[in-house]
């Protein structure tokens, strides 16, 4: 137990047998770091105490003894307030050597820590070990790195492993790069500041409305599409009962059609004929012979008219709209989108030991279907596929979007949408556990990101989600899954025309 360590308190009242040599000698063995709160009361006069805080910056070096105050009977304990919180006084380390373990999953990376070549590569690294530098010079540390190509998980002995295994056997005093948190980590290493604010998450275009349903269906409300077939069947009888009633006048009265004009025969065939072509705008080669028949038909096609135009219009429109139907993970699961992921370490341990059931399923038949290579890829690659396929991309969005911002064109930046999947905070910068630098390091961390430097390196390499300034400049073309639909009433027409060609051919030779 370390029994100087925060949070324990000590008063140490010298009875005289001690001058300030021996008490530094007394003390040099023992751990009492910058966190201790150890105070030595010596007597300087009768009833008068001159009160001593002592410490060491490490466990190998002298003592260190700061004068805070004294005690007399008149006045009791009277303390310098400036030297009351150690954290704020004992901030200078005078050079002490910060053992700073960092994870570093490209050996080139070494190479590229603070010139932003290669940004998208081992980024939060590089953003947390100019921050780490930083760092250094608050505390008035020397850091000494030590590499890691993992940031630390579990391994078949239960030991950690990576970063938080150097942690975890004192090692290191610092985690320079930040990570997660997670539960089973709590209990073993201390987060100190949270550095980074960037999440890995499912990015997407949003596909077009056609590849996700059918849109020649979408024009019209369904209330919309009863009045339509309901106008269609009363004209159509409308017009069937005046064209009877025509038919049976003429006969009646024995009159002949002396005009050009193919008169319309009184059956339903020719009325449904009549009706389809009003419907599609294709007109019709006959006509009523009565004013009655004429005015109906006229009505019908007027009708007919401004329908098919208003559902040409909104099929345009769908067309080139996106659609909205993915907005979970279980979406994202049923959708026609393939899935990849970026190729880093934590993705690898996170995908496969996913077990929420949606999580799993994305895994196992998206991201690794059974007999497939595992779906993952490089971040350029990703965000290539990103552009040009039907495709959504786990990726961490600060750098990803950095690629999007450099190789997608103005309009492509539209519609991009995001699905967490990694149920993890932002990644948080972390200390040995009961760390006697965790306080000091702590404000270290919080003056930087005050004063906003924390913010200029964090956007010296991570983008925000591009925003989109240009839609209406998009082109979309048409492509045969938006006509999927028309194509296939085409060709159940050219099949069913050629199959009643055949029957009456058959029909014709039998007679």
């Given amino acids: 137990m370390q029994l100087f360590s925060s949070p324990y308190r000590w008063i140490l009242i010298n009875n005289q047998s001690f001058n300030k040599g021996a008490i530094k000698n007394t003390f040099s063995a023992l751990n009492i770091l910058v966190d201790s709160e150890v105070m030595v009361a010596n007597p300087t006069s009768e009833n008068f105490y001159t009160l001593h805080k002592i410490y060491k910056r490490d466990t190998t070096l002298p003592v260190v003894e700061d004068e805070v105050g004294f005690w007399k009977p008149e006045s009791g304990f009277v303390l310098n307030k400036s030297k009351l919180v150690n954290a704020r006084y004992r901030n200078n380390l005078m050079g002490t050597v910060l053992?700073?373990?960092?994870?570093?999953?490209?050996?080139?990376?070494?190479?590229h820590l603070t010139d932003r070549r290669d940004a998208h590569i081992d980024t939060i690294t590089k953003v947390n070990y100019v921050l780490m530098q930083h760092i250094g010079d608050v505390v008035n540390a020397s850091l000494k790195y030590s590499m890691q190509n993992t940031w630390g998980y579990k391994n078949e002995s239960s030991q950690w492993t990576g970063m938080i295994g150097e942690l975890q056997r004192q090692e290191a005093d610092v985690g320079g790069t930040a990570l997660f948190v997670t539960s089973d980590r709590v209990p073993i290493i201390d987060y100190i500041a949270m550095t980074t604010p960037s999440r890995s998450k499912f990015v997407f275009r949003q596909p077009k409305l056609s590849y996700v349903t059918n849109v020649y269906v979408l024009p019209f409300h369904w209330t919309v599409w009863i009045s339509l077939f309901a106008l269609i069947a009363v004209t159509s009888i409308a017009l069937y009962g005046a064209n009877k009633w025509e038919w049976y006048t003429k006969r009646f009265a024995k009159i002949e059609n002396k005009s050009n004009t193919a008169e319309l025969q009184d059956s339903w065939a020719e009325i449904l004929v009549l009706a389809f072509g009003a419907t599609c705008q294709q007109g019709s080669a006959s006509v009523p012979y009565s004013h009655a028949g004429r005015i109906i038909m006229i009505l019908m096609f007027i009708a007919l008219m401004f329908l098919y135009t208003s559902y040409s219009a909104n099929i345009v429109a769908l067309l080139q709209s996106p659609s909205n139907s993915i907005q979970s993970l279980s979406d994202l699961l049923h959708s026609r989108l393939d899935v990849g992921v970026d190729d880093t370490v934590f993705n690898h341990f996170y995908f496969p030991n996913a077990t929420e059931p949606v999580r799993r399923a994305l895994y196992l038949q998206k991201v690794a279907p059974p007999g497939q290579q595992p779906r993952f890829y490089s971040m350029i690659e990703g965000v290539k596929r990103l552009r040009s396929d039907h495709f959504a991309f786990h990726m961490e969005t600060g750098v990803g979007y950095k690629i999007v911002l450099e190789t997608f064109e103005e309009h492509e930046k539209c519609g991009l949408q995001e699905i967490q999947f990694l149920q993890v905070p932002d990644p948080w910068i972390a200390v040995q556990k009961d760390?006697?630098?965790?306080?000091m390091l702590k404000i270290g961390f919080r003056k930087i990101q005050e004063s906003g430097i924390q913010s200029r390196e964090y956007f010296m390499l991570y983008t925000k989600k591009p925003t989109c300034t240009n839609s209406a400049s998009s082109f979309v073309s048409v492509g045969i899954v938006d006509c999927y639909l028309a194509a296939a009433v085409l060709f159940?027409?050219?099949?069913?025309?050629?199959?009643?060609?055949?029957?009456?051919?058959?029909?014709?030779?039998?007679r």
């Fill in 99 to 111: 053992r700073t373990c960092i994870v570093i999953t490209y050996n080139d990376s070494l190479n």
């Fill in 492 to 510: 159940g027409g050219i099949i069913f025309a050629s199959i009643l060609f055949l029957l009456e051919i058959g029909c014709s030779r039998n």
């Fill in 435 to 439: 760390s006697p630098y965790k306080e």
